[in-house]
């Protein structure tokens, strides 16, 4: 069983920077995919961005591109999500989660994600 922990959240003001990570306490994330959702009060789950587990491919929706970086340190056991330039739109509850063959990254679903941790909140606001 993969446990996953997110953390990074807070409040932020528009323009402003965070970086989330998520780590495995207990495990090796090295040869999971990792994907990045989110969800807003109300609202569905999406699908944010993804890394695959070889590190080669990583995937954005269009609404981050440019903005948020996936990043992967295997010494740390940890993947980040860098967002910066945040708007109000980026508040949500943003969690991560974990498959070991990485058929769900290119599309972003939430669907076919065997681990999940249990969130951490961003919220951005002036």
């Known amino acids: 069983q993969l446990q996953l922990v997110e953390s990074g959240g807070g409040l932020v003001q528009p323009g402003g920077n965070l970086r989330l990570s998520c780590e495995a306490p207990?495990?090796?994330?090295?040869?999971?995919?990792i994907g990045w959702f989110r969800q807003a009060p109300g609202k569905e789950h999406e699908g944010v961005s993804c890394i695959s587990s070889s590190d080669r491919y990583t995937y954005y929706a269009d609404s981050v591109k440019g903005r948020f970086t996936i990043s992967r340190d295997n010494a740390k056991n940890t993947v980040y999500l860098q967002m910066n330039s945040l708007e109000p739109g980026d508040t949500a509850v943003y969690y991560c989660?974990?498959?070991?063959?990485?058929?769900?990254?290119?599309?972003?679903?939430?669907?076919?994600?065997?681990?999940w941790g249990k969130g951490t909140l961003v919220t951005v606001s002036s």
């Open positions: 207990q495990s090796t994330l090295q040869y999971y995919a």
């Open positions: 989660a974990a498959e070991p063959y990485g058929i769900s990254c290119p599309t972003l679903t939430h669907h076919g994600w065997n681990y």
